[in-house]
T-cell receptor, first 115, second 110 residues
Framework: ETGVTQTPRHLVMGMTNKKSLKCEQH?????MYWYKQSAKKPLELMFV???????ENNSVPSRFSPECPNSSHLFLHLHTLQPEDSALYLC??????????????FGSGTRLTVV | ELKVEQNPLFLSMQEGKNYTIYCNYS?????LYWYRQDPGKSLESLFV?????AVKQEGRLMASLDTKARLSTLHITAAVHDLSATYFC??????????FGAGTTVTVRA
C-alpha cells in the first residue's frame, strides 16, 4: 500500500456508460494528478490539482471530467468514452513545494477497458 | 516541451551481468527521478537525483545525473531475477510537473 488508494482496480465499460474513478490519499499532500498510461507510450499527464484547484488540463477531451472536492480526494468522471481510451489510469499526489525534492507517490491504478 | 527518452525500451538481462539504462531529456531540468513498476502495480520511487553529479545507490542499483549532458543512467550490477520490472525516469520542467520517459522493461533470465 503506497498511501494513495485508487478504486476500482479494474473497470470495463461500454461507450455509452458513465462511470467514475476514485483516488484518495492521506499523506497530507496538497497536489494531486491524473496520468494515463497506454501500452508502449510514456505516461501522459492529464490533470493537475493544487489545493483543490485545477491548475493544468493537458488538452484532455471533455469526455474526461475531473473533480477534486478536497485535498485528499480526486475523481475522474468518464462518459461516452472511446475504445482508444482503454488504458491504466494512475493517480499521484505530492507536496506542492516538495515535488522537486521527493517526486510523486502513485496509486496502483485503475485498468480501464472500453468496449 | 520537455521530452524524456529512455533506451533501451526492452532489456533482457542475464543473471550476474551488469547493464545500464539511459535517460536523456531535452531541456533544462535540475532534478531527475527513477521509478520502478511491477506488472499490475503502482510506480515505486527508487531515486531522486537533486543536482549535477549526484549519485545514489541502493542494493544492485546505482543512478547518476549529468545535467550538462542532460543524461541520467541507471546501472544494474550483477542482475538478479527480482529486478525484473519496468523502470521509468522522469524529469521536471517546473516546480511540480514530472515528464516521464516511455519506460524500460527489464527481464532477467537465468
Amino acid at each position: 500500500e503506497t498511501g494513495v488508494t485508487q478504486t476500482p482496480r479494474h473497470l470495463v465499460m461500454g461507450m455509452t456508460n458513465k462511470k467514475s474513478l476514485k483516488c484518495e490519499q492521506h499523506l497530507g499532500h496538497n497536489a494531486m494528478y491524473w496520468y494515463k498510461q497506454s501500452a508502449k507510450k510514456p505516461l501522459e499527464l492529464m490533470f493537475v490539482y493544487n489545493f483543490k484547484e485545477q491548475t493544468e488540463n493537458n488538452s484532455v477531451p471533455s469526455r474526461f471530467s475531473p473533480e477534486c472536492p478536497n485535498s485528499s480526494h480526486l475523481f475522474l468522471h468518464l462518459h461516452t468514452l472511446q475504445p482508444e481510451d482503454s488504458a491504466l489510469y494512475l493517480c499521484a499526489s505530492s507536496h506542492l513545494w516538495d515535488s522537486f525534492n521527493y517526486g510523486y507517490t502513485f496509486g496502483s491504478g485503475t485498468r480501464l477497458t472500453v468496449v | 516541451e520537455l521530452k524524456v527518452e529512455q533506451n533501451p525500451l526492452f532489456l533482457s538481462m542475464q543473471e550476474g551481468k551488469n547493464y545500464t539504462i539511459y535517460c536523456n531529456y531535452s531541456t533544462t531540468s535540475d532534478r531527475l527521478y527513477w521509478y520502478r513498476q511491477d506488472p499490475g502495480k503502482s510506480l515505486e520511487s527508487l531515486f531522486v537525483l537533486l543536482s549535477n553529479g549526484a549519485v545514489k545507490q541502493e542494493g544492485r542499483l546505482m543512478a547518476s545525473l549529468d545535467t550538462k549532458a542532460r543524461l541520467s543512467t541507471l546501472h544494474i550490477t550483477a542482475a538478479v531475477h527480482d529486478l525484473s520490472a519496468t523502470y521509468f525516469c522522469a524529469a521536471s520542467p517546473s516546480d511540480y510537473k514530472l515528464s516521464f520517459g516511455a519506460g524500460t522493461t527489464v527481464t532477467v533470465r537465468a
